[in-house]
T-cell receptor, first 111, second 110 residues
Framework: EADIYQTPRYLVIGTGKKITLECSQTMGHDKMYWYQQDPGMELHLIHYSYGVNSTEKGDLSSESTVSRIRTEHFPLTLESARPSHTSQYLC??????????FGPGTRLTVL | QKEVEQDPGPLSVPEGAIVSLNCTYSNSAFQYFMWYRQYSRKGPELLMYTYSSGNKEDGRFTAQVDKSSKYISLFIRDSQPSDSATYLCAMSEGNTPLVFGKGTRLSVIA
């Protein structure tokens, strides 16, 4: 069983608030990822990291930012939440691109 | 045209049926082909992946890749209610981001 954790699982917040979605993994994986998933739509990669102090933007434009100060931790931050940010956010980690282990997701609703 | 096309369903089958799930793609550089299963309110989990063309079997699951047709399939034999989930195909050129299909929602009725 994959040991990757996301908190909070559900978040309802007002417009303009700053939020941080947490993601931690205990598998020692170098690579970590953030995806956005809307109902009936593809997973879209928004950020990824090859290792500590490495972050890259994915194929989906996002107003969020990420940091990778520790191998096991990859938080995602939205400085000012908007209703268009309402979505499910999935964190994943892996040794290689093709075998990614996903967390349970954070379902974000911005009012 | 999207890089990966997958019929979102929903697909409803009786218990014990053989299920066929499919994806087509347009990028001939894809080399790795994956199937993920996602239960409601959970993250996806990797079922199996294949490299290049051919078949791969794991228990009741068989993955097939036909690179000449740019078509991949996942077969589920003797389907069970516990197989009810959304199945996502994903593809990659190798050390590159995965490209996902929209997922097919499957219900297996007891």
């Amino acid at each position: 069983e994959a040991d990757i954790y996301q908190t909070p699982r559900y978040l309802v917040i007002g417009t303009g608030k700053k939020i941080t979605l947490e993601c931690s993994q205990t598998m020692g994986h170098d690579k970590m990822y953030w995806y956005q998933q809307d109902p009936g739509m593809e997973l879209h990669l928004i950020h990824y990291s090859y290792g500590v102090n490495s972050t890259e933007k994915g194929d989906l434009s996002s107003e969020s930012t990420v940091s990778r100060i520790r191998t096991e931790h990859f938080p995602l931050t939205l400085e000012s939440a908007r209703p268009s940010h309402t979505s499910q956010y999935l964190c994943a980690s892996s040794d290689v691109w093709v075998e990614q282990f996903f967390g349970p997701g954070t379902r974000l609703t911005v009012l | 045209q999207k890089e990966v096309e997958q019929d979102p369903g929903p697909l409803s089958v009786p218990e014990g049926a053989i299920v066929s799930l499919n994806c087509t793609y347009s990028n001939s550089a894809f080399q790795y082909f994956m199937w993920y299963r996602q239960y409601s309110r959970k993250g996806p989990e990797l079922l199996m992946y294949t490299y290049s063309s051919g078949n791969k079997e794991d228990g009741r699951f068989t993955a097939q890749v036909d690179k000449s047709s740019k078509y991949i399939s996942l077969f589920i034999r003797d389907s069970q209610p516990s197989d009810s989930a959304t199945y996502l195909c994903a593809m990659s050129e190798g050390n590159t981001p995965l490209v996902f299909g929209k997922g097919t929602r499957l219900s297996v009725i007891a």
